[in-house]
């Protein structure tokens, strides 16, 4: 909290450079929610497990503020953000078992769960490049600026004393901050965080010491549904101040989602979840899309355990429906992954993981083995714990017999309902709750949807102002009680949804209609005839423009002619590829990349790809895993083998195959960014080239698709970086491989080659100056401080003369234009300024120091560092651009270890 005010330097928090403010408000609430956390953490409970689990989630929302420190790229912010994650590692064990309090255990685990979902989504590479090389050669000039303003250092020295000391009484006067506190505040009041401006204002005139009424303000504060959280500071302290004003209660809802292979006997769990004696599913019976039931589970007093509404979603199990699966799954949830005992490793446990984990997060997941007969296949469960550390537990049940083991198992399910904090201690205001019941009940009376109006009437019956009734559906729709669509799109159809499994179970049974009929255009007439009997009152013709459009939204189809409402399900294609008419792709005369990944890609991955491209696409040349794109008459090819495949592989051939494979490569990209955990690996086929020519030399390597061609992106930009190293005039051919196939494959613009800090132009590679220079100021002032731990005035001195070549060296950084290059014309004249303002003078006499093995400096460096061999060549690096002497490396190698 000391810190916290330097957020805010600036008067603003434009350091947090992003497209709108809602980001910069996700990215402060990390901040500010790092220290609720850290602060429940300490005050956790004495049991040994609670205060584990409160040190594990401390420690991620540590990085959480990390992450926001990296985002900030200004020296202050980072400051204070890192002093912020400093504040949440202190929660460890030996704090936590010194309180006696229970409340706050769970509430650790339930709220910082949210941060380590926000550090992902405030990380951003280059911003985290930015702030740390800012960090390397302007921390000396800000902390100058610093201590010049405040003597934090003195303040924070004073506050341990007093915590070491067992009192409680801290500096509370915010003069000592002069105008920056007054920034701080106005700052936050600018951003719409009153709120926090009062709440910070408060503990600030407190002296930190918090009473019973602060500590209930942080608790609910950790109870506010992670959904809200994800909208940022200003939305957490509006729903904050509703539920103080409008009075509480408990969400206490969540969803059991059961996934499987068809036939593992997912329907047959999902009705003895709900009643043991429920009659099991007919053999001919197999669920279509997906079947909601609704389970009460009753209070258990003897546990303490409240009672809690489950959802419990039954998901069908055929490998067509797979690609709807994810517009449902969520986080918070329970998942209950059902296996075939009588299936022998078919891979499908892994792919079912797979996708929990990417769609559901931290959720829990239970793996039940449907135990039909005597002989159960051998799951790796270590194996599989380990590599999905979400398992809660693996479980063998008959689901066919009404024993011990079944009723066991609904209590664990049970058990973990009443009890996860994910959804255990979710709050709601009061009004809201009773809307949300209202709601509930019209869902249990069969109604599927009601239109905006009929919500209006039902929040203003319940005390909702007509100028809260937004905000409450939106609220709503962020806790999934409801599926609202108000975008551009979806807004005319003025439909608000109970039943999300009124639409997935209408876009089901179009899919499954689609495939039963072998076609894979559907228009109103199809719809119609996909949709009789009891579904034909659910799914009225006025609602067919609704599916079709949320079919459109989830990637499932895109519309042939928006006009006569006729959607085209690329799932519908045939299984086979076409048997003539496919473009060939020459080896040699292609681009072709390779997506790889350790287990199956979701079958879906072209169809949702053919969608994005709909008007390159070839209907003829098509099937379910496999498509011919056409785009200024540049033609690709994507593939999947088959269902489970590993791999999609795209080949591009034609005038302009490097924007294309690029333009792909982005889809794909975007495609496949929810798989954070297990993203495929990308391949790029790479020739090796004719120096003389510059052209791909096809007797080099097989005419074949083997994959010894195919290289990742990494391999390709290191063994550039590598031939820079060779001596001159071996290197051309290797070179010249590398700079093709970063061109051909349009790598310059990619974060791996931008974070490598290489630009190749002609066949040179230029290390950007401010880069190199940010290695040699961050080796330099790393030395000096091994020298003052010498505690020898000659150590000092050396100390002192390396911290002076430092500044020197961050002065030459503002003096060089960015992008410049070594061959640069520009570059001369920069050197002739740089050698008359006498820049270049302290770093000249380092290096004849270094050079001079009897020098104080050589030998004393050579005392403290393992090697100078790093210290050298980031000078060098340096050296190349400002025309100094470069140490010669055979003497780095000499002097390169001690002894």
């Given at each position: 909290?000391?810190?916290l ?10 350091y947090?450079?992003?497209?709108d403010v809602d ?14 956390a850290?602060?429940?953490a300490?005050?956790?409970?004495a049991?040994?497990a609670?205060?584990?689990t409160?040190?594990a989630?401390a420690?991620?929302t ?5 992450a926001?420190?990296?985002?900030a790229?200004?020296?202050y912010?980072?400051?204070a953000?890192?002093t ?7 929660a460890d ?12 255990a ?11 979902r926000t550090?992902?989504?405030a990380a951003?590479a280059n ?5 740390y ?7 000396y000039?800000?902390?100058d600026?610093a201590?010049?303003?405040i003597d ?8 341990l004393?007093?915590?070491?000391a ?5 500096k509370?006067?915010?003069a000592v901050y ?9 700052a936050?009041?600018?951003l719409?965080?009153?709120?926090w401006?009062?709440?910070y204002?408060d503990?600030f005139?407190k002296g930190?010491t918090?009473n019973d009424?602060?500590?209930e ?12 959280m994800?909208q940022g500071a200003?939305?957490v302290a509006r729903?904050v101040l ?5 009075g509480?209660a408990r969400?206490?809802?969540?969803r059991?989602?059961?996934?499987g ?8 769990l999902?009705?003895?979840?709900q009643?043991?004696?429920?009659d ?7 669920t279509?899309?997906?079947?909601v ?23 069908a199990?055929?490998?067509i429906?797979h690609?709807?699966h994810?517009?449902?799954?969520s ?7 059902v ?10 446990t ?7 984990r990417?769609y559901?997060?931290?959720?829990p997941?239970?793996?039940l083995i449907?135990?039909?007969?005597k002989?159960?296949?051998d799951l ?20 066919g ?7 066991a198992?609904?209590?664990v399910v049970m058990d ?5 904090p994910?959804?255990?201690n979710q709050k709601?205001?009061?009004p ?15 109604t599927?949807y009601i239109n905006?109006?009929d ?5 203003k ?8 009734q ?8 962020d806790?999934?009680?409801c599926?609202w ?8 159809f003025?439909?608000m949804?109970?039943n999300?499994?009124w ?6 049974r ?8 072998k076609?894979?255009t559907?228009?109103i ?8 009997g009891?579904d034909?009152d ?10 079709f ?5 989830y ?5 042939k ?13 045939p299984?086979?590829r ?9 080896f040699?005369e292609r681009l072709r990349?390779e997506?790889?990944?350790n287990?199956?890609?979701p079958?879906?991955?072209?169809a949702?790809?053919?969608?994005r491209?709909?008007?390159e696409w070839k209907?003829?040349?098509s099937?379910r ?7 200024e008459?540049?033609e690709?090819l ?5 269902e489970?495949?590993h791999?999609?592989?795209v ?7 490097t924007e294309y ?6 889809t794909?990209?975007?495609i496949?960014?929810?798989?954070e955990s ?16 510059n052209q ?10 083997s ?9 390709i ?7 820079q ?5 071996t ?10 196939a970063?061109d051909?494959?349009?790598l ?11 630009k190749i132009?002609?066949?040179h ?6 880069n190199?220079?940010?290695?040699l100021?961050g080796?330099?002032?790393?030395l000096a ?12 001195e ?21 992008n410049?290059?070594?061959d640069s014309?520009?570059?001369?004249e ?11 003078n302290?770093l ?7 050079c001079?093995?009897n020098?104080d400096?050589h030998?004393n460096t050579?005392?403290?560092?393992k090697?100078i061999?790093?210290?050298g060549?980031?000078?060098?690096n340096?050296?190349q651009?400002v025309?100094?002497?470069q140490?010669p ?5 000499t ?5």
């Amino acid at each position: 909290m000391r810190t916290l005010p330097f957020l805010v330097v600036n008067r603003n928090f434009d350091y947090w450079k992003r497209k709108d403010v809602d980001n910069r408000q996700k990215h402060l609430f990390s901040v500010l929610h790092a220290i609720d956390a850290a602060y429940a953490a300490r005050t956790a409970a004495a049991r040994t497990a609670a205060a584990r689990t409160a040190t594990a989630y401390a420690a991620r929302t540590a990085a959480d503020a990390n992450a926001a420190a990296a985002d900030a790229a200004d020296a202050y912010a980072a400051y204070a953000a890192r002093t912020a994650a400093y504040a949440a590692r202190t929660a460890d064990t030996a704090y936590a078992a010194r309180t006696t309090d229970t409340t706050y255990a769970a509430r650790t685990a339930e709220a910082t769960a949210y941060a380590a979902r926000t550090a992902a989504d405030a990380a951003d590479a280059n911003a985290a490049a930015a702030v740390y090389a800012a960090d390397a050669y302007a921390a000396y000039d800000a902390q100058d600026v610093a201590r010049s303003a405040i003597d934090l250092k003195s303040i924070l020295v004073e506050d341990l004393e007093i915590i070491e000391a067992g009192r409680h009484k801290f500096k509370s006067d915010t003069a000592v901050y002069g105008s920056i506190w007054d920034n701080f505040q106005s700052a936050l009041r600018d951003l719409g965080c009153e709120y926090w401006s009062d709440w910070y204002a408060d503990v600030f005139a407190k002296g930190f010491t918090l009473n019973d009424k602060d500590r209930e303000e942080i608790e609910l504060r950790l109870s506010v549904p992670p959904e809200i959280m994800n909208q940022g500071a200003a939305d957490v302290a509006r729903y904050v101040l509703e539920l103080k004003e409008q009075g509480i209660a408990r969400l206490n809802e969540t969803r059991v989602i059961i996934l499987g292979n068809k036939g593992s006997g997912k329907t047959s769990l999902a009705r003895r979840l709900q009643d043991p004696a429920n009659d099991l599913p007919l053999e001919a019976e197999s669920t279509e899309g997906v079947d909601v039931i609704e389970w009460i589970i009753p209070v258990d007093p003897s546990q303490h355990y409240s009672g809690v509404n489950a959802y419990v979603w039954d998901f069908a199990g055929h490998v067509i429906t797979h690609a709807v699966h994810p517009c449902f799954m969520s986080e918070r949830c329970l998942y209950i992954l059902v296996v075939d005992g009588r299936t022998e490793g078919d891979g499908r446990t892994e792919y079912w993981l797979e996708q929990i984990r990417n769609y559901g997060k931290d959720s829990p997941v239970l793996v039940l083995i449907n135990a039909r007969d005597k002989h159960v296949i051998d799951l790796p469960k270590n194996t599989l714990k380990n590599t999905f550390p979400s398992i809660a537990g693996f479980y063998e049940v008959n689901l066919g017999a009404r024993d011990g083991e079944l009723e066991a198992f609904r209590q664990v399910v049970m058990d973990l309902l009443r009890d996860t904090p994910l959804w255990k201690n979710q709050k709601i205001s009061a009004p809201a709750y009773k809307v949300k019941n209202n709601l509930r009940q019209k869902f249990r009376q069969g109604t599927n949807y009601i239109n905006r109006k009929d919500f209006d009437q039902i929040a203003k019956n319940n005390g909702i102002k007509p100028e809260e009734q937004t905000q409450l559906l939106k609220d709503l729709k962020d806790l999934g009680i409801c599926l609202w669509y108000d975008n551009v799109d979806m807004g005319e159809f003025n439909t608000m949804v109970l039943n999300p499994g009124w639409i997935s179970h209408g876009i089901y049974r179009l899919i499954n209609w689609g495939l039963h009929e072998k076609i894979s255009t559907i228009s109103i007439s199809n719809f119609l005839k996909a949709f009789t009997g009891k579904d034909a009152d659910k799914y009225p013709e006025g609602k067919a423009g609704f599916l079709f459009r949320l079919m459109e939204t989830y990637e499932l189809a895109f519309f042939k002619d928006k006009d006569i409402l006729e959607i085209f399900v690329p799932l519908l294609r045939p299984v086979d590829r076409p048997t003539e008419g496919l473009p060939v792709f020459e080896f040699g005369e292609r681009l072709r990349m390779e997506y790889c990944a350790n287990q199956a890609l979701p079958p879906y991955t072209v169809a949702r790809l053919a969608v994005r491209h709909s008007a390159e696409w070839k209907e003829v040349l098509s099937w379910r895993f496999g498509a011919v794109l056409n785009w200024e008459g540049t033609e690709a090819l994507v593939v999947m083998e088959n269902e489970h495949a590993h791999s999609v592989t795209v080949s591009v051939k034609g005038p302009k195959q490097t924007e294309y494979i690029s333009i792909l490569r982005t889809t794909l990209n975007d495609i496949f960014k929810v798989y954070e955990s297990n993203f495929p690996e990308l391949k790029y086929e790479v020739l090796e080239v004719n120096a003389e020519t510059n052209q791909a030399d096809r007797q080099l390597l097989p005419h074949n698709d083997s994959n010894e061609c195919m290289q990742t992106e990494t391999q390709i930009i290191k063994d550039a970086i590598v031939s820079q190293e060779l001596p001159t005039g071996t290197s051309l051919k290797f070179l010249s491989y590398a700079k093709k196939a970063i061109d051909d494959y349009g790598l310059s613009n990619s974060p791996i080659f931008i974070n490598c800090k290489v630009k190749i132009t002609n066949f040179h590679i230029n290390i950007l100056f401010k880069n190199c220079s940010v290695n040699l100021q961050g080796e330099l002032n790393a030395l000096a401080q091994r020298f003052n731990e010498l505690g020898t005035s000659e150590a000092d001195e050396l100390a002192k003369e390396l911290t002076g070549v430092a500044s020197d060296v961050n002065k030459i950084i503002k003096e060089i234009p960015a992008n410049i290059t070594v061959d640069s014309s520009e570059l001369e004249e920069v050197k002739c300024s740089l050698r008359s303002k006498g820049l270049l003078n302290r770093l000249e006499n380092f290096y004849d120091e270094m050079c001079d093995k009897n020098s104080d400096l050589h030998k004393n460096t050579v005392k403290v560092l393992k090697s100078i061999q790093k210290l050298g060549s980031h000078y060098n690096n340096v050296a190349q651009w400002v025309g100094l002497p470069q140490i010669p490396r055979p003497f780095l190698e000499t002097f390169g270890k001690k002894g």
